[in-house]
C-alpha cells in the first residue's frame, strides 16, 4: 500500500525441522527440533523488490542449550532422545533449543513474562475502575475495593506459577525414573549379545590357530622326511592378523560406557526427587501439595537380584609360540 495504508502482511511462513545430535565431553544425545521453541542468534534479513526475506536458524558447531523431555522412541527403545512429548501426561513439558546460555534464555523470559504481567495487572485495575465510573458510584469504598484487586490478583498469580513449577517438578521426577529403565534395558539386552559376538570371535580364531598349528607339525614332519633339506631347518610361521584384542577392548570400552550411563540416570533422578521433595516441604509450597496430592518421592534404589550388572564370561586364546628347529 501506500500513505498511511502501507503496511506489512506476511504472505508465507515456512519451518524445516532436521534431526541432529548434541555432542559434548560426555557423548551425544539425539534432538527432534520439530516442535520446539527456537530462541537463536542468527537471523538474516533480505530484501526484493517489494517483499522482504527473514530467517532464523540453528547452525552447525552452535553451543546449544536444551531444554526438553527425553525418551527412547520405538520400536528399538535403545537410544535415548530428546523431543516433543505426544502424550496427555508430558504434554505441556517445555521444549527449548537455543544458542544462547542458560542464564541468557531465563534472563530473557523472565523479562518477557514480568512485562505480561504488568500489562495484565494495569488491565485488571483499569478494567475495574473503569466499570465503578460506568455505574456512577463515587464512594470511598469503591475506590479502595479497587486498590485492592492488584494484591489479590498477585496472591492467586503467585499461586498459580507454584503449583505449575510443582506439577513440573512432579512430572520431571517420573520421566527420570524412565531414563532409568531405559538405560537398565539397554545393559541388560547390549551386554550379553556383545559378549557372545566376542566369544564366538575368539572361537574362530581358536579352531583356526589349531588348524594352523596341525599344519605345521605334518609341515615340519614332511621336511625331516626330505633328505634333499639337510639336517638343519628353521621354520617360521607367519599368524594371520588376531583381533581378538581389539573385540575384547571395544567391548569393556562399551561395557564402561553404559555402566556411566546408568550412573548418570541415576543420578539425574535422584537429583530431580531431592529438588522436588525440598519444594513441597517449603512454606507455601507444602499447602499447594497437600492440596493437589502430592506426596514426597523415594530416591533410587536398585535392588540387587534385578538390577545387577551382568557378569561376563570372556576366556581369551592364547596363540602357540612360534616353533623353531
Known amino acids: 500500500g501506500s500513505g498511511k495504508n502501507k503496511s506489512w502482511k506476511k504472505i508465507r511462513e515456512n519451518t524445516e525441522a532436521q534431526s541432529f545430535r548434541c555432542v559434548d565431553s560426555h557423548g551425544y544425545l539425539p534432538i527432534e527440533p520439530k516442535g520446539a521453541t527456537v530462541m537463536t542468534r542468527h537471523k538474516s534479513r533480505s530484501r526484493q523488490g517489494k517483499y522482504k526475506y527473514v530467517e532464523t536458524r540453528l ?131 547390549l551386554i550379553p549379545q556383545l559378549e557372545a559376538t566376542v566369544k564366538q570371535y575368539m572361537q574362530h580364531e581358536q579352531e583356526l590357530i589349531e588348524r594352523i598349528t596341525e599344519a605345521r607339525t605334518k609341515a615340519k614332519a614332511a621336511s625331516i622326511d626330505e633328505p634333499a633339506l639337510g639336517g638343519f631347518t628353521a621354520v617360521i610361521e607367519d599368524y594371520p592378523e588376531l583381533k581378538s584384542d581389539e573385540n575384547t577392548g571395544h567391548l569393556m570400552q562399551t561395557l564402561i560406557q553404559i555402566e556411566n550411563e546408568v550412573a548418570l540416570m541415576r543420578q539425574g533422578y535422584n537429583q530431580a526427587v531431592e529438588r522436588y521433595n525440598s519444594r513441597i516441604e517449603h512454606i507455601p509450597e507444602t499447602f499447594i501439595a497437600k492440596a493437589v496430592g502430592y506426596k514426597p518421592a523415594e530416591f533410587f534404589r536398585a535392588e540387587y537380584c534385578v538390577r545387577k550388572v551382568p557378569k561376563l564370561n570372556v576366556q581369551a586364546s592364547t596363540p602357540p609360540a612360534q616353533a623353531s628347529e
Open 59 to 189: 547452525e552447525v558447531d552452535d553451543k546449544l542449550y536444551a531444554l526438553g523431555y527425553v525418551k527412547a522412541p520405538p520400536p528399538d527403545f535403545d537410544e535415548l532422545r530428546m523431543q516433543k512429548p505426544d502424550d496427555e501426561v508430558m504434554g505441556d513439558f517445555p521444549f527449548l533449543l537455543a544458542n544462547y546460555s542458560e542464564e541468557e534464555v531465563r534472563f530473557r523470559l523472565a523479562r518477557a513474562g514480568f512485562f505480561m504481567l504488568n500489562i495484565a495487572l494495569s488491565a485488571v485495575v483499569l478494567v475495574a475502575l473503569l466499570v465503578f465510573g460506568a455505574t456512577g458510584s463515587f464512594q470511598a469504598t469503591d475506590y479502595l475495593f479497587a486498590a485492592l484487586i492488584a494484591p489479590f490478583y498477585l496472591f492467586f498469580l503467585v499461586g498459580i506459577l507454584m503449583y505449575n513449577d510443582l506439577a513440573f517438578l512432579h512430572n520431571r521426577v517420573g520421566a527420570t525414573r524412565g531414563n532409568i529403565e531405559v538405560a537398565l534395558k539397554k545393559r541388560h539386552d
